[in-house]
């Protein structure tokens, strides 16, 4: 019984390069969240995601971040151009349908831009 | 703005006595609310929820508190296990902002055996 996955769990990127992060869902939830924790702050929304659609994107930077969730495979968060201020924790989510409110947490990825 | 507040960042209790988290939140919209617990390098854990029709929700030694009109709800856990030492985490959703959860800033919870 696999949780969320993420991978990778840690990545580190030169100022300037893409940074890919992938989520793999629970089995069964069609729902996914991408939040970001930067150090000593709590969790903020980004993006809620279904199959093949952007249902929020609130909560992500207007520029250079994207994210998908396709048909088949994971949901990937893109960051272009990295920036310092890029390295947070990305953490991943995902529920069921009709069950929006209790999400499970993937492991997150710890990226640093150097 | 912060629209979910913990103002405690740390607390430490014994073993064995009631561990009490507190958070604060502003906006009358939010409608449930969640906590959740978090162990270094891990994504946080669901441990236990409310809705805003309730004012109190109890799982084994977790139990939520609720007061709408005060904006304010509490996790208490009793007794206290060395295990339980972690990061709790109060998030908050509202029915009108999708399904997106809003949470707080954390308090680190030491247990001392």
């Known amino acids: 019984n696999a949780g969320v996955m993420q991978n990778p769990r840690h990545l580190v990127r030169r100022r300037g390069q893409e940074a890919r992060l992938r989520c793999s869902p629970m089995?069964?939830?069609?729902?996914v969240y991408w939040y970001r924790q930067l150090p000593e702050e709590g969790l903020k929304f980004m993006v809620y995601?279904?199959?093949?659609?952007?249902?929020?994107e609130s909560g992500m930077p207007k520029e250079r971040f994207s994210a998908e969730f396709p048909k088949e495979g994971p949901s990937i968060l893109r960051i272009q151009q990295v920036v310092r201020g890029d390295s947070a924790a990305y953490f991943c989510?995902?529920?069921?349908?009709?069950?929006?409110?209790?999400?499970?947490f993937g492991p997150g990825t710890r990226l640093t831009v150097t | 703005d912060q629209q979910v507040k913990q103002n405690s960042p740390s607390l430490s209790v014994q073993e064995g006595r009631i561990s009490i988290l507190n958070c604060d939140y502003t906006?009358?919209?939010?409608?449930?609310f969640l906590w959740y617990k978090k162990y270094p390098a891990e994504g946080p854990t669901f441990l236990i929820s409310i809705s805003s029709i309730k004012d109190k929700n109890e799982d084994g030694r977790f139990t939520v508190f609720l007061n709408k009109s005060a904006k304010h709800l509490s996790l208490h856990i009793v007794p206290s296990q060395p295990g339980d030492s972690a990061v709790y985490f109060c998030a908050a959703s509202a029915d009108n902002a999708g399904n997106m959860l809003t949470f707080g800033g954390g308090t680190r919870l030491m247990v001392k055996p």
């Open positions: 089995k069964g939830h069609s729902h």
């Open positions: 995601l279904q199959k093949e659609n952007i249902i929020d």
């Open positions: 989510a995902s529920s069921l349908p009709g069950l929006d409110y209790e999400q499970y």
């Open positions: 906006n009358s919209m939010f409608d449930y």
